[in-house]
T-cell receptor
Framework: GEDVEQSLFLSVREGDSSVINCTYT??????LYWYKQEPGAGLQLLTY?????DMKQDQRLTVLLNKKDKHLSLRIADTQTGDSAIYFC????????????FGTGTQLKVEL | EPEVTQTPSHQVTQMGQEVILRCVPI?????FYWYRQILGQKVEFLVS????????KSEIFDDQFSVERPDGSNFTLKIRSTKLEDSAMYFC????????????FGNGTRLTVT
C-alpha cells in the first residue's frame, strides 16, 4: 500500500528558512498536499501541488516536487514563531478519489 | 473563508456507550470524509461519503461505525459501542469534487473513552 515518510522533528531559528521533507511511494498520486496542525487544532490546508508540476510558490511557502525520486519538500522562508506546528505531507490514493495517505508529521520548532 | 465545523470539540464517554460526532461540511461541497488520529500516530482514513452513500471505507470502519447525512447540512459519525481503543481525534473533511480537489478539515473532536 501507499506509504508516506517524514522526519519527526525540525528546529530552526526565527528568520531562517525551514525545509520539511517527505517521501512517498505511490507514483500515480495526482496531488500532494501539505497540512499544518497547531497544538489542539485541526488540519489546515497550506498548499498542494499537482504531480505534473515541479514547483509551486505561495508567498513564504515553496513546494518542490521530484517525481523521479518521489520526494516532496516544503520550504518556509523567514520562519516565524507562529510557524511552530506539526506539518503533514499527504498523497492521494492510487485508486483515485480523494482518499489521502498522511505522513507521520514533522514537528517544527522555531527558536528565538 | 468557509470552514468545516465539528462539535463537540471534546467528548468523554464510558466504554460501551454510543457516541455521535457531528460535522457541518462546507456548503457547496459534495464529498465528505471522516479521518481519525490516535495520539502519536498517523492520521488515518475511515470513510468517504457521497450522494447519501458510503463511497469507500477502511478496515477500521467496522460494524460499530456508521455515517449519516440526516439533513442538508450535517454529517455525523456514530460509534455504536465505544471501546478504549476508539479514543482518538476524529476529523471531518469535505471536498467539492471526488478527485483532484483538496480536502478541507475541521478542527476535530477529541474522543476519550474511559
Amino acid at each position: 500500500g501507499e506509504d508516506v515518510e517524514q522526519s519527526l522533528f525540525l528546529s530552526v531559528r526565527e528568520g531562517d528558512s525551514s525545509v520539511i521533507n517527505c517521501t512517498y511511494t505511490d507514483s500515480s498520486s495526482t496531488y500532494l498536499y501539505w497540512y499544518k496542525q497547531e497544538p489542539g487544532a485541526g488540519l489546515q490546508l497550506l498548499t498542494y501541488i499537482f504531480s505534473n508540476m515541479d514547483m509551486k510558490q505561495d508567498q513564504r511557502l515553496t513546494v518542490l516536487l521530484n517525481k523521479k525520486d518521489k520526494h516532496l519538500s516544503l520550504r518556509i522562508a523567514d520562519t516565524q514563531t507562529g510557524d511552530s506546528a506539526i506539518y503533514f505531507c499527504a498523497e492521494t490514493d492510487t485508486g483515485g478519489g480523494n482518499k489521502l495517505t498522511f505522513g507521520t508529521g514533522t514537528q517544527l520548532k522555531v527558536e528565538l | 473563508e468557509p470552514e468545516v465545523t465539528q462539535t463537540p470539540s471534546h467528548q468523554v464517554t464510558q466504554m460501551g456507550q454510543e457516541v455521535i460526532l457531528r460535522c457541518v461540511p462546507i456548503s457547496n461541497h459534495l464529498y465528505f470524509y471522516w479521518y481519525r488520529q490516535i495520539l502519536g500516530q498517523k492520521v488515518e482514513f475511515l470513510v468517504s461519503f457521497y450522494n447519501n452513500e458510503i463511497s469507500e471505507k477502511s478496515e477500521i470502519f467496522d460494524d460499530q461505525f456508521s455515517v449519516e447525512r440526516p439533513d442538508g447540512s450535517n454529517f455525523t459519525l456514530k460509534i455504536r459501542s465505544t471501546k478504549l481503543e476508539d479514543s482518538a481525534m476524529y476529523f471531518c473533511a469535505s471536498s467539492r469534487q471526488v478527485s483532484n480537489s483538496p480536502l478541507h478539515f475541521g478542527n476535530g473532536t477529541r474522543l476519550t473513552v474511559t
